[in-house]
């Protein structure tokens, strides 16, 4: 079983609809989690972290259940500008430990 | 510059030849990391270091391949021997990881070295 596991995709949605990616790691000691964003043939970079509590960034919540081992990240309000590979990431429990990348989900926010 | 550099950002290579490829991290950022990334795939660990001392290698796909960071700054990944399956986007990242366990500091990546063995 992998680290952490995402649906690949790819999800086509219309502009203004919500849509929602779902991710599951298998380390169940894992600390830290975020939502990378990858457009095509560029680095990852940060969409955001991903916080116990849940956590908004205006068109972005990402949510977190540490007993299911489960992260989400829902996007209101599409934009074409959203069209992107959605990695989720999860980090070990010691200082310094490796950030280990899921597959990605495409998505692609159609006009 | 402010980011992470990699050099160089194309690598054509004969089967057969060693390559090394360099990241030079954010300043001050004590975490380094290696990952290959397929095209379609996310990232794929290889290798991380906290200052000079490599952490995990458990990434590295078999003993052509080695990385060291000497001076806890510049990093060399080094590809002995390359064959044509080595061929992929080989990415670094740096993250200031504080004092303590965990922490959620984020990585930065570099734009990568496209390798490809002919």
């Known amino acids: 079983r992998k680290e952490v596991e995402q649906d690949p995709g790819p999800f086509n949605v219309p502009e203004g609809a919500t849509v929602a990616f779902n991710c599951t790691y298998s380390?169940?000691?894992?600390?830290?989690f975020f939502w990378y964003r990858q457009d095509c043939r560029k680095e990852p970079k940060l969409l955001m972290s991903?916080?116990?509590s849940g956590n908004e960034d205006g068109r972005f919540t990402a949510q977190l259940n540490r007993a299911s081992q489960y992260i989400s990240l829902l996007i209101r309000d599409s934009k074409l500008s959203d069209s992107a590979t959605y990695l989720c990431?999860?980090?070990?429990?010691?200082?310094?430990?490796?950030?280990?990348f899921g597959p990605g989900t495409r998505l692609s926010v159609l006009p | 510059g402010a980011g992470v550099s990699q050099s160089p950002r194309y690598k054509v290579t004969k089967r057969g030849q060693d390559v090394a490829l360099r990241c030079d991290p954010i300043s001050g950022h004590v975490s380094l990391y290696w990952y290959r990334q397929a095209l379609g795939q996310g990232p794929e660990f290889l290798t991380y270091?906290?200052?000079?001392?490599?952490?995990?290698k458990s990434g590295l796909p078999n003993d052509r391949f080695s990385a060291e960071r000497p001076e806890g700054s510049i990093s060399t990944l080094t590809i002995q021997r390359t064959e044509q399956r080595d061929s992929a986007m080989y990415r670094c990242?740096?993250?200031?990881?504080?004092?303590?366990?965990?922490?959620?500091?984020?990585?930065?990546f570099g734009q990568g070295t496209r390798l490809t063995v002919v």
């Open positions: 270091f906290n200052y000079e001392a490599q952490q995990d």
């Open positions: 990431v999860v980090k070990g429990d010691n200082y310094g430990q490796n950030f280990v």
């Open positions: 380390n169940s000691a894992s600390q830290s």
């Open positions: 991903v916080y116990s």
């Open positions: 990242a740096s993250s200031f990881s504080g004092t303590g366990g965990g922490g959620d500091t984020e990585a930065f």
